[in-house]
């Protein structure tokens, strides 16, 4: 029997052609493979209910060769095991959720508590008000609270520092106020419209990332080939989408080290592209512009032209005020040497995108499992090495530029769109399929299981910030608090991407 | 009582000038000069709401704080004209009078038992214990200049002996500027703008106060700037006659709230533990002055 199975991005599989081992080998099995292995990584670990049992599938991603390995394990409901995160760091969030989830409980987890309260978890008297958190016991030490309601007008999360002074030791991050329950809503929506529309809505600011993610997933479920016009599309708008971002990211990053001129300009540089998606499909998040097997705003010679005017107006300033703000003493000495998280530290909390290349990490979905038009661009992904909130601003506006790059040679090339005839999405009976896409802030996984009809009975969302928030609270340990806010911004996690 | 009308009047438009500035200089056309008074009125007009945590220190505390200030304005004169209080050695009077405000505040903040307006309250005594040594540095070496130890008998008698005053006069104005900016928590040392408490110093005390109270507590900022473009144009006008002073005061405070602005403008605050580093250096520039002024009086050895 074959140990392991591999697969490319968007592709399905058959279920029963998923090796389900028993939970040593399993555990043996997954841990050997990331063992020592910078390209590899686990990209999603979740369980499957079954009857009395849980169906545990894990998903490990090789960025040289390409592949992904699928390989599975049943075991029973509230059993007892051992835990791959006493191996592997990067499972431990992963089987806090399986034990909120189905209650397995992990004999040698390294800090075992809940997740993200899901509506569905089995233990309903765990709430997020008794929540364990990391506790003190000293006369020295004072603890600042920080939120669940947020400051400015974000979205809702607890961030609890214990500090020394104005040092930080030690800051525990917990969200988990949202309960949203998407993953159980894609079950029960069943016209694929709803479906959309709620990955749409997976998060705001990754509108086009998590979509194109589920349509990738959708019409590889179905076996539908996306024609060149549709890739065109979704290719575009994760790149435009990356611009808008990052320039709003700048930004936010120039206001909370109160430099003005860097706050208003890239404020006012990110808006035109981002009206840019407004001109396109109505919409400034780009939402309704991605659908399975269709687009209902082909592109045209005369959006290029509109694109190549906003691109002549933006890069003389992006790259005036990027000059300036990277040669400017003052906002330097905020940026370098703040916030920095060590290439070790990366792997093994196993972050992903922009916070493992600021590392030298090289991870880049682009790059190690290209979808889209990604295989027809030469990617180099952008690698920084000092971990700290410089090396995540000049990510930034390199990305910036090369996202420009990208979009300008492509929009040469406009592809004919035919019109689409709405197909019939019939998805495969037991199939799982899985879909890796890079959003901006890095790798979006979604994967999905269907029954013998072809019903999902489960959709798996993983977004770039599940494993990226750890990596803020282990960036400011040892820092100021009062550098705390500029070391938030630079990661700018997603609240709502974590509380699915 | 010259001095303390000005002073009045120039805290009206004050805060409104930094603000266009700053406008103008992010491309924005801005509120207008009156939008903070406008605002403070607002408030003014508002009730308060105190938490039932607090004690009476921290209902009395705007108002002591307002109270300190207004007093202090009483001591500064213009020119040649004296405050309405005048006496030997007014300036030590003058430093604690605003200290007293500011300890007020500081009790208030931490009466409210937050852990942020902790760490305000904290950063704001450490940043005013630092500014201390430049001011007094500062005006001692004045007063060992022209011999008087009064703030109308210093300024008056200032320029008599030499013109190398003026220049001592523009290095004391840096450092009162900077004083300015320390003390009424602006830019570099902290950022009245920002919405993130755990970067704030004078914000964050003020947190929990609300309508009649913030109000009080936010034209104490006005009226303090006022008050140090007052001391600064000092340094300016020597014993000259009312036609001159007046445009002279003016003009400096107009340009006082510019330079805020700008300054505000094309930096980035520092790094929190960096600002204790800064602030001495304005007790190293006072130290130049006071050399300065051992040379002039060739008691330099």
């Known amino acids: 029997m074959d140990y392991i199975v591999s697969i490319?991005?968007?592709?399905?599989?058959?279920?029963?052609?998923?090796?389900?081992?028993?939970?040593?080998?399993?555990?043996?099995?997954?841990?050997?493979?990331?063992?020592?292995?910078?390209?590899?990584?686990?990209?999603?670990?979740?369980?499957?209910?079954?009857?009395?049992?849980?169906?545990?599938?894990?998903?490990?991603?090789?960025?040289?060769?390409?592949?992904?390995?699928?390989?599975?394990?049943?075991?029973?409901?509230?059993?007892?095991?051992?835990?791959?995160?006493?191996?592997?760091?990067?499972?431990?969030?992963?089987?806090?959720?399986?034990h909120e989830n189905f209650n397995i409980k992990y004999t040698d987890h390294p800090w075992f508590k809940p997740v993200r309260y899901s509506e569905n978890r089995v233990?309903?008297?765990?709430?997020?008000?008794?929540?364990?958190?990391?506790?003190?016991?000293?006369?020295?030490?004072?603890?600042?609270?920080?939120?669940?309601?947020?400051?400015?007008?974000?979205?809702?999360?607890?961030?609890?520092?214990?500090?020394?002074?104005?040092?930080?030791?030690?800051?525990?991050?917990?969200?988990?106020?949202?309960?949203?329950?998407?993953?159980?809503?894609?079950?029960?929506?069943?016209?694929?419209?709803?479906?959309?529309?709620?990955?749409?809505?997976?998060?705001?600011?990754?509108?086009?990332?998590?979509?194109?993610?589920?349509?990738?997933?959708?019409?590889?479920?179905?076996?539908?080939?996306?024609?060149?016009?549709?890739?065109?599309?979704?290719?575009?708008?994760?790149?435009?989408?990356?611009?808008?971002m990052h320039t709003a990211d700048l930004s936010a990053m120039c206001t909370d080290i109160a430099y003005q001129l860097g706050s208003s300009v890239y404020g006012r540089l990110r808006t035109p592209i981002i009206n840019y998606f407004q001109e396109w499909c109505g919409n400034r998040l780009a939402k309704s512009l991605i659908k399975p097997g269709t687009t209902n705003f082909p592109y045209t010679n005369d959006l290029a032209n509109r694109l190549n005017q906003v691109f002549a107006a933006y890069e003389p300033d992006f790259i005036e005020m990027s000059t300036k703000l990277f040669k400017l003493p003052s906002a330097l000495s905020r940026f370098e040497r703040t916030g920095v998280v060590t290439l070790d530290e990366v792997k093994s909390i196993g972050t992903v995108g922009m916070a493992a290349r600021m590392s030298g990490l090289n991870r880049d979905i682009r790059l190690s499992h290209p979808h889209d038009l990604y295989t027809t661009i030469n990617h180099q992904p952008i690698i920084k090495r000092h971990g700290d909130v410089y090396s995540r601003a000049q990510i930034r506006r390199d990305e910036v530029k090369q996202s420009m790059g990208y979009i300008r040679s492509m929009i040469g090339n406009i592809p004919d769109f035919k019109k689409h005839d709405n197909?019939?999405?019939?998805?495969?009976?037991?199939?799982?399929?899985?879909?890796?896409?890079?959003?901006?802030?890095?790798?979006?996984?979604?994967?999905?299981?269907?029954?013998?009809?072809?019903?999902?009975?489960?959709?798996?969302?993983?977004?770039?910030?599940?494993?990226?928030?750890?990596?803020?609270?282990?960036?400011?340990?040892?820092?100021?608090?009062?550098?705390?806010?500029?070391?938030?911004?630079?990661?700018?996690?997603?609240?709502?991407g974590h509380d699915l | 009582m010259v001095s303390l009308i000005?002073?009045?009047?120039?805290?009206?438009?004050?805060?409104?000038?930094?603000?266009?500035?700053?406008?103008?200089?992010?491309g924005r056309k801005g509120p207008g000069i009156f939008q903070p008074m406008k605002d403070i009125f607002r408030l003014l007009k508002k009730g308060s709401v105190y938490s039932s945590t607090t004690s009476i220190i921290f209902q009395i505390a705007p108002s002591f704080y307002i109270a300190s200030v207004l007093m202090a304005i009483l001591i500064v004169p213009l020119g040649d004209y004296p405050g309405v209080i005048s006496f030997q050695g007014d300036f030590i009077l003058f430093a604690y009078l605003l200290a007293f405000g500011k300890f007020f505040m500081i009790i208030s903040a931490l009466d409210t038992g937050s852990s942020f307006e902790g760490m305000g309250a904290s950063r704001e005594s450490l940043f005013s214990m630092l500014v201390e040594p430049a001011f007094f540095i500062l005006m001692g070496s004045f007063a060992l200049l022209t011999g008087h130890t009064s703030f109308h008998d210093i300024f008056a008698t200032l320029h008599y002996g030499s013109n190398i005053s003026y220049l001592l006069g523009l290095l004391a104005t840096f450092v009162f500027i900077m004083i300015a900016m320390i003390e009424n928590s602006r830019m570099p040392v902290d950022d009245p703008k920002t919405h993130l408490e755990l970067t704030m110093i004078h914000e964050v005390m003020v947190l929990d106060n609300s309508g009649f109270d913030l109000g009080l507590i936010l034209h104490t900022t006005n009226l303090k700037f006022a008050m140090y473009g007052a001391i600064i144009s000092n340094f300016f006008i020597g014993d000259l006659s009312l036609i001159y002073t007046i445009p002279i005061f003016f003009a400096v405070q107009i340009g006082f709230a510019i330079v805020a602005g700008l300054l505000e403008s094309f930096m980035a605050r520092f790094r929190m533990s960096h600002n204790p580093q800064f602030i001495f250096i304005l007790t190293s520039v006072s130290l130049l002055i006071f050399f300065g002024v051992l040379l002039l009086l060739e008691r330099f050895v």
């Open chain 2, 6 to 26: 000005l002073i009045l009047v120039a805290s009206l438009f004050f805060t409104g000038i930094v603000i266009r500035t700053k406008s103008l200089a992010s």
């Open chain 1, 8 to 98: 490319n991005n968007n592709q399905s599989l058959p279920i029963k052609d998923i090796p389900e081992q028993a939970y040593h080998t399993f555990l043996e099995n997954n841990i050997g493979m990331l063992k020592d292995n910078d390209n590899r990584h686990c990209v999603n670990y979740f369980g499957l209910q079954q009857e009395s049992s849980v169906k545990l599938f894990c998903c490990i991603a090789d960025d040289s060769i390409h592949q992904i390995y699928i390989s599975s394990c049943v075991v029973n409901k509230g059993t007892t095991l051992n835990s791959f995160a006493k191996h592997n760091l990067n499972f431990e969030k992963f089987e806090r959720e399986i």
């Open chain 1, 123 to 244: 233990n309903k008297a765990e709430t997020i008000a008794n929540y364990p958190f990391y506790s003190f016991d000293s006369e020295e030490l004072h603890e600042v609270g920080v939120g669940p309601v947020h400051a400015g007008i974000i979205e809702p999360g607890h961030f609890r520092f214990i500090c020394n002074g104005e040092q930080i030791m030690h800051l525990e991050i917990q969200l988990g106020y949202q309960h949203r329950g998407i993953e159980q809503l894609f079950l029960k929506k069943k016209s694929l419209l709803e479906r959309t529309i709620l990955a749409e809505s997976i998060a705001g600011d990754t509108t086009v990332g998590h979509t194109t993610a589920f349509v990738n997933l959708w019409e590889n479920l179905c076996g539908y080939q996306p024609d060149l016009g549709l890739q065109f599309t979704r290719t575009l708008a994760l790149e435009l989408e990356r611009m808008a």
């Open chain 1, 423 to 496: 197909p019939e999405f019939k998805p495969m009976p037991d199939t799982f399929s899985i879909s890796l896409v890079e959003g901006w802030r890095g790798e979006i996984c979604h994967c999905a299981i269907t029954d013998s009809k072809g019903e999902l009975i489960l959709y798996k969302i993983k977004d770039s910030s599940f494993h990226n928030w750890l990596a803020l609270a282990q960036s400011v340990r040892n820092n100021e608090i009062s550098d705390f806010p500029i070391c938030n911004k630079s990661f700018n996690l997603s609240y709502c």
